[in-house]
């Protein structure tokens, strides 16, 4: 497992055993070809000429290309990897680049060379960045010129690092700039276009994913090729995706979602993905329109936005080729989502999953496997929305401390294990010993789960561990207090935190942002919140504020706003 090689061999066991599924072992694929390499090479002879990548810069301009072409530019660019910069399989290159098809094209060229891919978040600072660069080893990094000056000391600080390489934003120019001399790959024959990738195991590295939590070191995840596959397998039997079918891609791509979802899933099924610099209120609906686009990945703080930024004129009839909206990678609230879907009438079909997972591994179902009544009921009904049933690659349970599972409705940790189960974190023992104890992937997350009458269990998110508040000795869920600050009078958004209090641990505070030109007090968010919560579980202090921190993948952070509650550390509340 390349990283992994120097674990014991029980914690390997335990990892071996949280990529296996009950009666399914891991070696007993869910697709052929098992790697991305050979299933783009497959795409390519199948449906040559076919849109693959569609991309809008941030100026409109769209560039597009069909399978073959794309194929033919990323065997190029994998030969330019191998024999001018001396790269081999298994060797791990970073990208320090944003939404773009030339990473997308460099992505894909390391995988057909079996190299191991590490994105950078340009939106983190440079020392979480110059970690990441020490970390993973990797011997090249291809920066967009965006980025060349800043990038250039932490690559000076990174030993392992023997080439750097400035990326052009023209596609068709095929001309890398390193920090030296140019190199150019326009000159590089194609190659036999017959032959696929030869030698690539599915098990082999393909993609190590640092996490962005706010605290400590971030861990690398590290994914294999077949993973990718497992993956992306499930996501398109879930969302019924079929070649004709396109997906849009509004997400950043340096992170699992908007780089397995609606790209490696895409090559997977044999569709197309429109690829957007940014995301943008104004024309995300006009796009998908314009593209035919079918699916769309989103998370919770899109949905926000468009509900307050989008053209006032777009409904249901602006986007009739448009299924449903997959929704998930942060908390989404039962207000948000009713507010959304009475809004636009798009169904929101809310999941759930971690980079560990590769993605998702749980999805309600889509329109036409259910009805509008049962959707509704599950996104509305309980509390919060069901995150929904485990995706054909793993399967999911709720357990107790002990790793033993849980019954119907008692909450618990929300624990995978399947075919799209992470190689572990890449040199960090601790991360896996504590992510593995049980043989199950350990999600960090509490939840729990109920019978629908289809004979599913359909799962729920309740919180995460390291967010629970816990006043007293008793445990409080945040989202469950979400729910009643969001439904407040005046309340634009709002989040339960959990502050430093001498009395009883830890308090419960509630930070807002206000709808525009509303009076709402401190007093009456507090009454509503007590009308509707337990004494103990209802907001104590209220802070208003203009926004919620956020990565750059859209889930907020929680923990970071504790700081606002500081001056109420003593205060004895009623």
């Not at 978040?121 to 090249?140: F, P, Q, T």
Request: charged share 20%; with cysteine; net charge neutral.
């Amino acid at each position: 497992m390349g990283s992994q090689e120097d674990l014991p061999d029980e914690l390997k066991a335990k990892i071996a055993s949280a990529r296996e599924m009950s009666g399914r072992p891991h070696a007993q694929r869910l697709a052929q070809p098992a790697t991305v390499a050979e299933t783009l090479h497959l795409r390519a002879h199948e449906r040559p000429e076919q849109p693959f990548l569609i991309y809008y810069a941030e100026d409109g301009c769209r560039r597009e290309r069909t399978y073959l072409a794309f194929y033919k530019r990323v065997r190029v660019v994998a030969r330019m990897m191998r024999e001018t910069l001396g790269l081999k399989r298994g060797d791990r290159v970073l990208t320090a680049m944003h939404n773009h098809d030339q990473t997308i094209l460099i992505t894909f060229a390391a995988w057909h060379l079996g190299l191991t891919v590490v994105p950078l978040n340009m939106g983190e600072d440079d020392k979480r960045l110059g970690y990441v660069l020490e970390h993973s080893g990797a011997k090249a990094i291809f920066v967009l010129k965006d980025y060349a000056e800043r990038m250039r000391p932490m690559i000076a600080a990174a030993p392992a690092i023997r080439r750097a390489l400035l990326v052009g934003t023209n596609y068709a120019s095929g001309v890398y700039i390193s920090y030296e001399r140019e190199v150019s790959f326009q000159k590089l024959e194609d190659g036999e276009l017959e032959r696929a990738p030869e030698g690539i195991s599915p098990d082999a590295e393909a993609l190590i994913v640092y996490t962005s939590g706010t605290t400590g070191a971030p861990k690398g995840v590290v994914l294999s090729q077949y993973n990718l596959i497992a993956d992306a397998h499930s996501i398109a039997a879930w969302h019924e995706l079929t070649p004709e079918k396109r997906m849009m891609c509004v997400l950043p791509i340096h992170h699992v979602n908007g780089l397995i979802v609606t790209h490696v899933t895409p090559v997977f099924y044999g569709g197309s993905v429109v690829q957007n610099r940014k995301f943008s209120t104004s024309n995300f609906f006009k796009r998908i329109a314009e593209e035919h686009v079918h699916v769309v990945s989103v998370v919770p703080t899109l949905l926000q936005f468009l509900i307050e930024g989008a053209p006032k004129d777009v409904t249901r009839a602006s986007v009739p080729g448009l299924s449903h909206i997959i929704c998930g990678a942060g908390p989404l609230t039962v207000d948000l989502a009713a507010r959304f879907e009475d809004r636009f009438g798009v169904p929101v079909c809310h999941g759930y999953g971690l980079s560990e997972t590769t993605c998702y591994s749980c999805f309600l179902p889509i329109p036409g496997r259910t009805t509008p009544a049962e959707h509704k009921a599950w996104m509305r009904d309980h509390g919060y929305p069901s995150i929904g049933v485990a995706v054909a690659a793993n399967e999911m349970a709720i357990h107790d401390d002990h790793g033993q599972a849980l019954p119907e409705g008692a909450k618990g940790e929300i624990v995978a294990r399947g075919h799209n189960v992470t190689l572990g974190y890449a040199s960090n023992r601790t991360a896996n010993e504590n992510a593995f104890t049980h043989g199950w992937f350990r999600s960090g997350d509490e939840g729990f789960w109920k019978k629908g009458a289809d004979g599913r269990a359909y799962y729920f998110i309740s919180g995460r561990f390291k967010e629970l508040i816990i006043r007293g000795g008793v445990k409080i869920s945040p989202l469950e207090v979400d729910e009643v600050i969001n439904r407040c009078p005046g309340v634009k958004a709002g989040m339960a935190v959990g502050f430093e209090n001498t009395t009883y641990g830890e308090e419960v505070g509630a930070y807002i942002v206000k709808q525009p030109g509303a009076e709402v007090t401190p007093e009456q968010v507090i009454e509503h919140c007590r009308k509707n919560l337990a004494a103990h579980a209802a907001p104590k202090v209220v802070v208003f504020g203009e926004t919620f921190p956020v990565t750059s993948t859209g889930k907020y952070q929680r923990n970071q706003l504790k700081g606002q509650f500081a001056e109420w550390k003593d205060a004895q509340f009623k």
